[in-house]
């Protein structure tokens, strides 16, 4: 197949060379490399904040903690969204510890100063005791950018980055029609992982490892590389498309029926029998059957998605710590964010969305994800609950890589060609850094 299958756009335009640069292991335990990463890439980048679902009424807010700092996001009176950081500026105490909640002002629990929703200091006790004059009105908490895209309320620690929608760029044009802003949170999972926050961006930028840690997969999508479509953009944002509904190429035998597009197609109201022998070709009829289906289901996010979303994985990664992986029915963030204190463990949250549930017949549970009932953050310890069976999968590697990184046998990496995606965000995080080779 040829890569214009998925949406016109040929690879070559998004393609760009990369220098070769090792792979150094040390990146993913020194605290230099935490320190650098911090300073130049993290205070630098958009981040999802949380869902505007939990920011409806003013003086509604959501926290993020990330790194040794915390933000909050608060709505305004005027309905707009402002954020900032989650420090009070008497001395310093973290203001707000909840994941969500809601208030008028904010009030610290040190010496109770309180601040309007607009950050703006109102009650200082004792004020007349300040040297300078009375600081209300006139201290205020220390603003961050803030914007919004699809379900999610966005944050930036530096003032004079790149608007959302620019840094965004190409995926608001590209995922339109799945109307992301329509979803809610079905899955909300969180894990301290014992690896470095890239180890999990190395597997999200590569799908080399599906045929020995995912062969589950295999039986209904095509993990074959060549008939994958990955692409790069000049913003550092990756994407890689893959068939769904349709058994992998590597298959001994490709042609033969799989147990999932065969409920697949019953589900659709197709005769598996009529694709005996040659289910490469039930595809497009699942798609033409979703596409007549859909909307008498309740599915009408159907109705503005293209005939590929119907049934294949549009998997992206945001620069540089955030995949988006959409799939017919709903889309996964998988966010992997460095440990606050120790460069050799993460936070990793993984959250599912999907459309309305009102009206819907069909509603499909991605395969091997934790099975969710509500969207309340879950917290797992890790190794001591499931995270799904391929998240599980993806972290079992991830620790031994983490070890295996430390070997003086290591040697700084190499690299397939469809692993490309691994080699450019270390060149960009090399570059961003300004971190060449070892540190000594
Ligand atoms: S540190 Fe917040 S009121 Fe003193
Ligand atoms: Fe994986």
């Known amino acids: 197949m040829t890569k214009e299958h998925f949406l016109g756009r040929t690879l070559e335009a998004y393609d760009p060379p990369v220098r070769g640069d090792r792979i150094t292991g040390e990146r993913y335990y ?8 911090w300073k130049h890439v993290f205070t630098k980048i958009w981040h999802i904040g949380g869902l505007l679902a939990d920011l409806e009424e003013p003086g509604d807010w959501i926290t993020h903690n990330i790194g040794r700092d915390s933000v909050f996001m608060i709505r305004q009176d005027d309905g707009s969204i402002r954020a900032f950081f989650n420090a009070c500026v008497h001395r310093g105490n973290r203001l707000l510890w909840s994941d969500v909640g809601s208030s008028e002002r904010i009030t610290c629990s040190y010496h109770g100063w309180q601040y309007g929703k607009d950050g703006t200091l109102v009650f200082a006790q004792d004020a007349e005791d300040f040297p300078n004059g009375n600081p209300c009105g006139k201290a205020h908490l220390t603003e961050i950018a803030c914007d919004t895209w699809g379900p999610f309320v966005w944050f930036n620690m530096n003032l004079t980055a790149q608007p959302l929608h620019e840094w965004l760029a190409p995926l608001p044009e590209q995922l339109a029609g799945y109307r992301m802003e329509t979803m809610t949170k079905v899955l909300d999972v969180r894990c301290i992982v014992p690896c470095n926050w890239k180890i999990i961006r190395d597997n999200f930028n590569e799908s080399y490892h599906l045929p020995t840690l995912h062969p589950e997969l295999a039986s209904f999508i095509d993990d074959e590389y060549t008939d994958t479509s990955f692409e790069m953009y000049p913003s550092g944002h990756n994407r890689m498309v893959q068939k769904g509904s349709h058994p992998s190429k590597r298959l001994d035998y490709p042609d033969a029926m799989q147990p999932l597009v ?179």
């Open 30 to 37: 020194s605290p230099e490399w935490a320190k650098a990463e």
């Open 262 to 440: 065969e409920d697949e197609l019953r589900n659709w109201g197709l005769d598996p029998a009529d694709f005996e022998g040659r289910v490469t070709e039930a595809r497009p009829a699942i798609q033409q059957a979703k596409r007549r289906l859909g909307p008498e289901r309740g599915c009408h996010h159907f109705e503005t998605m293209t005939d590929s979303q119907l049934t294949d994985y549009y998997h992206y990664t945001l620069w540089p710590n955030t995949t988006i992986t959409m799939s017919p029915d709903g889309f996964q963030i998988l966010r992997s964010e460095p440990h606050p204190t120790d460069p050799e463990k993460c936070i990793f949250d993984h959250w599912y969305l999907m459309p309305p549930m009102k009206d819907r017949t069909e509603v499909v549970t991605p395969v091997g994800m934790r099975p969710f009932a509500h969207a309340e953050r879950e917290t797992v310890i890790y190794g001591e609950a499931t995270l799904g069976y391929v998240a599980d999968q993806d972290m079992s590697v991830a620790v031994g890589q983490q070890q295996g990184l430390h070997s003086m046998g290591y040697k700084g990496g190499i690299i397939s060609g469809q692993e490309k995606r691994i080699q450019r965000f270390h060149e960009l995080l090399n570059d961003a850094c300004g971190i060449h080779g070892e540190i000594e």
